[in-house]
């Protein structure tokens, strides 16, 4: 009984040491790791699991890429411990970057500035949006104007749709949107589009568009309103000067071209300030009321053309 006991034993013993032999061979020659599976795919091997989990956290899920709002795996990696050649290398960054591209369900953020019906404009952070609507606030809280201004987040999972601009920029364009919805306030009415801001004289008005008068061969081509010579006259929009000098029955005459067809004449004057091919802005003194040309007392003959044809000057003005 000792002798096959003592014979078990030293099978046994030959056999752990057989076992022994060849795991030492095999991890000379042979390395644990872990494939790495999704995609229905082996995408590569890892050394640590852990590691490797830690490292998709601050790489991908906690990255901070621009606009990132949000990032998740569409499918969580499998690992399946295996033995390859000691000589392999781990592969880690190449199937990080693999589940960047290929592995993630990625939402990115910006941020809308919206100025009424005037201006649309895109930022990356709310710090600047809220930078620029509270600039537009504190530069027209004064102001009788009503201004919509809203910040809203915007979403997307394609970040080249994503077209934002400098805060500099930005700013610019809702300020001079802010600044048309205050002048198109401020406006006494439109002719064609051209902003009319300023009467061009206080007075009272003599004669009106379309009387006839012994004085006239056809009906009157404009409104005449009686103030005292001298009298500041101002053109009523932005403009050029087209024409600046003495024209018959109109006496001294400033023609002013706005655009759009549209063109303002100011006749009788006394003085003439403007000058042909000058640019005038809205409410600039261009002339004096006087009585030049056809005339029997001081007023200024005012009229209003598009596309060459008068028309009522009391459909814009007075």
Known sequence: MKHYTKETLRYVAIIILGFSIILASLFMKYKPVYAVTFAGKEQGIVKDIDDFKKQIDEEILNSNEEHLASVSLKEEPEYKLKLYERTSETSESDIIQIIKDENTNKVYKYYE?????????????????????NKIKEEYNTD??????????????????INTDSIEVATNVVETAAQEIKEDSEAISKINGIKVSVLPVSGVISS???????????????LDIACSTGTNIKVVASGTVTFASYNGSYGNLVKVDHGNGVETWYAHCSKIYAKVGQTVEAGDVIAAVGSTGNSTGPH???????????????????
């Open 300 to 318: 200024l003959h005012f009229e209003i053309r598009i596309d060459g044809n008068t028309v009522n000057p009391q459909n814009y003005v007075y």
């Open 144 to 161: 009788e104007i009503e201004l919509d201004i809203q910040i809203n987040e915007k979403y997307t999972l394609n970040k080249d749709e």
């Open 208 to 222: 009106r568009y379309g009387e006839s008068s012994s004085r006239r061969r056809s009906t009157h081509t404009g």
């Open 113 to 133: 500035v919206c100025l009424n019906d005037k201006a649309t404009e895109y930022v990356e952070t709310i710090e600047e949006a809220e930078e620029i609507v």
